[in-house]
């Protein structure tokens, strides 16, 4: 941060009047945001990585030149481990269509905005074919075999072993290096963004797209920026809406090259099912090994859209699709509607009853504002535990998360990638099994936990809803989660015993 602060002196011949640090995306980049005197704003960067940094610059004013609407670079330090760039606003395309996403149906305007944003993607990849010196990409400069092989063992190791399927390593082996060479069929001369989704898309005051974090992009198909984009796990887009987003890309596709549109879609295919599997790679590594809940909570969406290209007959590869029909088909993968979701506190239920007549145990989690005072136990039995969330980093200090809560993706993905709370989970989770578990055995029916921070909003409420899914998850015992300063009651039902 002080060499950042000097660079901006350097730059603008003064200190800022401020300084505003910004909320992460999952990198080791930190952001800050720098005001001087008349408000006038732009965004300081720190990056572990000089090589990445360096792409970026290289990318950013590459891009510029070509006419793509992506950040300036204003200035960078000498070991180019930071820099300043235009603040292109606080408005993500992804904060955009946050109705749509969660309601499942996009307006008339958040259609429009991805249409737009289709319409602009060609833009960018054919700009390569104007002198893009590849060989400044970082940490390849071309998608080839062995990062397909790299993908797809990810999937195979992170994923797949994870979820105990069993499968032949050689069988699985031939089918893989058969889909790597289906994929590098075709030669390419266009830039594969890679990350291309709606988080890295900032929109103008007008609503113009504007592309950010292409620093891990290189040669490559276009189809698979298509692939990233619309096939978005979380997204929820029908596939009357995808269709009608392909249809716009290739319009778009007409000013820069002569394409086919059975044969796009055909490919297209391929790296969407390509994608898919890179993806739960991806949520296997973050969600299983790391154990953070936004990936393991992404996972069931991304499997829905795997048995849909298996069902779509789009996987060829014989062994490769037997081991994946196992696997969409697991148990542990079925849909389990076990909890029900109230947006008002209704009267407490009644525990329940075992066979034998006999209570079982029932566990209250509650999350509060400190301001508003610890909640009372009615049970009478001393309100159990009380645990503080305040040392951990705050998603409500930043404007983005201001009105959310930490049931909200954004707020989750905040506290997972921030990592601090996980830890502090670590220690809560043993407490809270060594209690339940005594419990049990001593055969008492009641329990609880509190988790309180400043507002009873973010972390507060992230804390106890995971705790009450890890509780019902492991012991199967009826689980209520009362979140109390947003009047929500999740009620977490007794599993069959």
């Excluded at 984009?229 to 778009?252: D, G, K, M, V």
């Excluded at 921030?418 to 809560?428: Q, R, S």
Aim: charged share 25%; glycine share 6%; hydrophobic share 35%.
């Amino acid at each position: 941060m002080i060499k950042l602060m000097a660079l901006y002196k350097k730059w603008k011949g003064e200190e800022p009047k401020r300084v505003e640090a910004l909320a992460g995306a999952g990198s080791n980049r930190k952001y800050y945001r720098f005001y001087d005197a008349q408000e006038h704003t732009v965004i300081g960067v720190v990056g572990t990585s000089t090589e990445e940094n360096r792409t970026f610059i290289y990318l950013s004013a590459f891009f510029r030149e070509q006419g793509v609407s992506v950040p300036e670079i204003l200035a960078q330090d000498d070991l180019c481990e930071c820099y300043l760039q235009t603040d292109l606003g606080q408005v993500s395309l992804y904060a955009a269509l946050a109705e749509g996403r969660k309601s499942g149906h996009y307006s008339e305007s958040e259609c429009a905005l991805l249409k737009r944003t289709l319409r602009e993607l060609p833009k960018l990849q054919y700009s390569a074919r104007r002198g893009m010196d590849f060989s400044r990409c970082y940490p390849l400069e071309e998608m080839n075999r062995e990062a397909v092989m790299f993908d797809l063992n990810y999937f195979k190791y992170c994923f797949l072993k994870a979820s105990g399927i069993e499968f032949h390593e050689m069988k699985l082996e031939e089918d893989f290096q058969a889909l790597a060479s289906d994929l590098l069929q075709e030669s390419s001369d266009t830039f594969l963004y890679r990350d291309f989704q709606a988080r890295n898309v900032m929109l103008d005051p007008d609503g113009n797209p504007c592309f950010i974090d292409y620093q891990g992009g290189r040669k490559g198909p276009r189809e698979y920026d298509v692939a990233s984009f619309l096939w978005q796990a979380s997204a929820h887009y029908s596939s009357q809406l995808r269709e009608e987003l392909i249809a716009c890309y290739l319009e778009a596709l007409q000013a820069y090259d002569s394409v086919n549109p059975d044969h796009f879609r055909k490919r297209l295919n391929l790296f969407v099912f390509f994608r898919t599997l890179q993806v739960l790679g991806a949520y296997g590594l973050r969600g299983y090994c790391e154990r953070k809940q936004y990936f393991i909570d992404s996972i069931p969406f991304a499997l829905e859209n795997l048995r849909e290209l298996l069902e779509q007959g789009i996987c060829t590869y014989p062994y490769l699709k037997q081991v994946l029909e196992t696997l969409v088909h697991a148990p542990r993968f079925q849909t389990e509607k076990e909890s029900t979701q109230v947006t008002s506190a209704p009267d407490r239920p009644t525990p329940v009853v075992a066979e034998k007549g006999q209570p079982v145990l029932q566990v209250d989690v509650l999350s509060f504002s400190y301001r508003k005072g610890i909640p009372e136990d009615p049970s009478g039995n001393g309100g159990g535990y009380v645990f503080d969330c305040r040392a951990v980093h705050n998603p409500g200090k930043y404007e983005p998360y201001k009105k959310l809560t930490g049931l909200d993706e954004p707020v989750i993905r905040f506290l997972e990638e921030d990592g601090e709370i996980l830890t502090f989970l670590e220690h809560v989770y043993a407490l809270a099994d060594a209690h339940v578990e005594r419990y049990l055995q001593r055969g008492f029916t009641h329990l609880m936990f509190c988790f309180g921070c400043t507002g009873g909003q973010h972390r507060s409420v992230y804390s106890a809803q995971h705790l009450a899914v890890h509780l019902h998850e492991k012991y199967g015992i009826e689980v209520i989660v009362n979140h109390r300063e947003q009047a929500i009651q999740t009620i977490f039902h007794a599993k069959n015993r």
